[in-house]
């Protein structure tokens, strides 16, 4: 008996005594089907105005998945016809397109599906006059739960079921015993505000605009001073005194002390003060009326002067003075004046020395050290000797190596860029010396403050600025000597053809050498070509152009070289692979791998373009390939080819299906 198939899914039944050995692949696509059929997901991709859900017997096919998910980009309303028309059918369906999809089975009825929506539909097989119904449009619910849309259409719904048996507001206040000025009262905007607030123990509410309500403190306190009768009751609750509704500008004090005030303002005026300790200041007026000055001391022996509220002056502990700046913690055997942050000037303390500082100072452990983030320099006058000193660029607190660079020594010798002394009015130079005036040729000078100058004046041509190692003539003429002899790099000879007599040059050749370069369309660069003991290989300048390719058969007999073939042993060509890919070609289609394939085009389910990155010489090319599936037994076929792509198709059981691995090989 021949197998047969269930009518809705297209499950194989074996007959009697069928399939012997062959049971697993009948029984693994069975499970496949019913897989789908039970609770597959399917993303069906639409596009132009129609197409069709087919269940196919003993195969899997879209028409059996459980659940549609439709996506694509259909040109307009799209009809999706299910076939067979003798199948019943059940799909749960999300439509995720722009448009309309209408789902029929026979002239019975159809179900329309908006775009967004989701339903249950169900299609009762029963022939040409079949009819797809939406399930969900016919459901019951005891306890339905309505989250969003519009219920329309319906009686009003009464008081008791939880309604207001109206369908007006005006009636539904009635209904429900809510008439504004008779059950409630009517809207205020101010009562509102009002009714709104939060209040809490020790507040008040006031208003903030025209019906606008908010809450402030109340304490005890304040209302002691709202229950008094008058000002003066006010201010006995407020604790003042008399001298509280003086003038300020006519005040009289009659006993009492003061302190920490300020007498005068801007201006002059006389008083007596107490003796000022810690860190107590007195300020008194400047004599030009607009401004004052703080004497201040702010901490154990550091007095400060301030005028408008910007240190001025400071003397610290020390007895270290800064002007418009901190003074620098100077070693004790040096007293010195801070000035502006940068500068400095110090003394010795029982000692011939002063200093003249920049951008440094010399620390308690006598130190040089940065003031700020720059370079530095050193002026000192020790014991009649004077010195100037320079420090490169260094990070504000770090150490300083300060390098002597003049010293004017007590003898009366100058040394420059070292420090001995060469005794009085002797100059000491370490280094080049720059005179500012050129010595003349008469004096031993060359008269010329520079190189070329000073070649032109001794009488030097351009030949003496060359190494005797690299000497190169580009004129003139060299007569009167013996010819160069072969052993000393000459030719041993004054003519052309002796000199390659001499060197043998033809000889060492055995054949007539060809002229490298400079022909037509051709640069000068130097050619090379060699064995490495593998194969022959090419460079041009030090550019390597890899191993060269020869045509030739089994038995080293040259051939006809043809730019579309590559050889090796034996007498048949090898042809090049031009273009290939890897490719995913489900959801969002991604190639893994490829070689001149700039991108894939995805023209529908199982259906893609191979775009070549170069383009073909013809469209003669040979296409070949494969896929994998999960479900085995699928298929890569070519539609069409031209000199920029190539379009195939995967497919399975006599339809079309995304798969994951899809490989192409294009060969010319």
């Known amino acids: 008996m021949p197998s047969t198939y269930t ?8 007959g009697t005594g069928e399939q012997s050995g062959s049971w697993g692949d009948t029984v693994n696509t069975n499970s496949d089907i019913l897989d789908v059929g039970i609770n597959g997901v399917l993303s069906l991709s639409l596009s132009g105005t129609s197409s069709t859900l087919t269940t196919s017997d003993g195969v899997v096919s879209n028409g059996q998945y459980k659940a549609l998910v439709l996506t694509g980009t259909p040109s307009g309303t799209h009809t999706i016809t299910i076939s067979p028309n003798d199948a019943q059918k059940i799909y749960f369906v999300y439509n995720t397109t722009a448009q309309t999809v209408i789902f029929t089975q026979g002239s019975g009825g159809n179900v329309t599906l908006l775009a967004g929506d989701s339903t249950i539909i169900y299609a009762n097989g029963a022939g040409a006059g079949s009819a797809v119904v939406s399930i969900a449009d016919h459901l019951a619910m005891s306890s339905a739960r309505i989250t969003g849309g519009v219920i329309t259409g319906i009686t009003d719904l009464a008081i008791a079921d939880g309604g207001t048996g109206a369908s007006t507001a005006l009636d539904a206040r009635a209904n429900l015993g809510l008439i504004i000025g008779t059950s409630v009262q009517a809207y205020d905007a101010g009562l509102q505000s009002i009714s709104g607030l939060t209040t809490a123990a020790n507040q008040m509410i006031y208003t903030t605009a025209s019906d606008t309500y908010a809450t402030t403190a109340l304490t005890a306190y304040a209302r002691t001073l709202l229950d008094d009768a008058d000002a003066a009751t006010s201010r006995i609750t407020l604790g003042l005194g008399t001298i509280a509704t003086q003038a300020s500008s006519s005040v009289s004090i009659t006993g009492g002390t003061i302190n920490g005030a300020v007498i005068g ?10 003796t000022l300790t810690g860190s107590t200041s007195v300020s008194t007026p400047l004599l030009s009326n607009n401004g004052t000055l703080d004497l201040r001391a702010i901490g154990a022996n550091i007095v400060t002067v301030t005028t408008g509220s910007i240190e001025r002056t400071r003397v610290d502990a020390s007895g270290n003075y800064g002007v418009g700046a901190v003074p620098s913690a100077w070693r004790v055997i040096e007293r010195g004046i801070d000035i502006g942050g940068y500068g400095a000037i110090t003394g010795g303390v029982g000692s011939n020395l002063l200093r003249l500082y920049s951008n440094s100072y010399v620390d308690t452990s006598s130190t040089f050290r940065y003031k700020n983030s720059s370079t530095a320099a050193l002026y000192s006058q ?3 000797a004077h010195s100037w000193s320079l420090g490169p660029t260094g990070i504000a607190g770090d150490p300083i190596t300060f390098t002597q660079a003049m ?3 007590a003898s009366g010798g100058l040394s420059l860029g070292n420090t001995l002394d060469p005794g009085a009015t002797n100059l000491s130079v370490t280094g080049g010396l720059s005179l ?23 009488g030097l041509g351009t030949i003496a600025t060359q190494a005797s190692s690299a000497v190169s003539i580009t004129g003139g003429s060299i007569t009167g000597i013996t010819d160069l002899a072969v052993a000393d790099g000459g030719t041993g000879a004054s003519d052309a053809a002796t000199a390659r007599a001499n060197l043998g040059a033809q000889a060492a050749l055995g054949f007539t050498p060809v002229e490298q370069g400079g022909g037509t369309s051709m640069g000068t660069n130097k050619i090379y070509v060699g064995w490495n003991g593998i194969g ?5 300048d030090t550019t390597s152009l890899g191993r060269l390719v020869i045509n030739a058969d089994a038995t080293g007999a040259s051939g006809t070289y043809s730019s579309t073939q590559l050889f090796g042993p034996g007498n048949a060509p090898l042809y090049a692979t031009r273009a290939w890919v890897n490719f995913n070609g489900t959801g969002v289609v991604a190639i893994r791998a490829s070689g001149n394939v700039s991108s894939i085009t995805d023209n529908g389910t199982g259906n893609y373009t191979v775009n070549f990155t170069t383009a073909m010489i013809d469209a003669n090319y040979a296409v070949s390939g494969s896929t994998i599936a999960s479900f085995g037994g699928s298929s890569l076929a070519t539609i069409s080819q031209s000199t920029t792509g190539v379009q195939v198709t995967t497919s399975y059981g006599g339809g079309t299906f995304d798969a994951s691995q899809v490989h192409v090989v294009i060969t010319r």
């Not at 009518?7 to 074996?14: R, T």
């Not at 022959?536 to 041009?540: E, R, S, T």
């Open 436 to 458: 500012g005036v050129a010595l003349a040729v008469a004096m031993g000078g060359t008269g010329s403050t520079t190189a070329s100058g000073a070649r032109t004046n001794l």
């Open 407 to 409: 010293t004017l020594h």
């Open 265 to 274: 303002g801007v201006t002059p005026a006389a008083g007596t003060f107490t």
């Open 536 to 540: 022959l290989f090419a460079q041009v």
């Open 7 to 14: 009518n809705n899914l297209g499950i194989q039944k074996p």
């Open 382 to 384: 020790v014991n009649g």
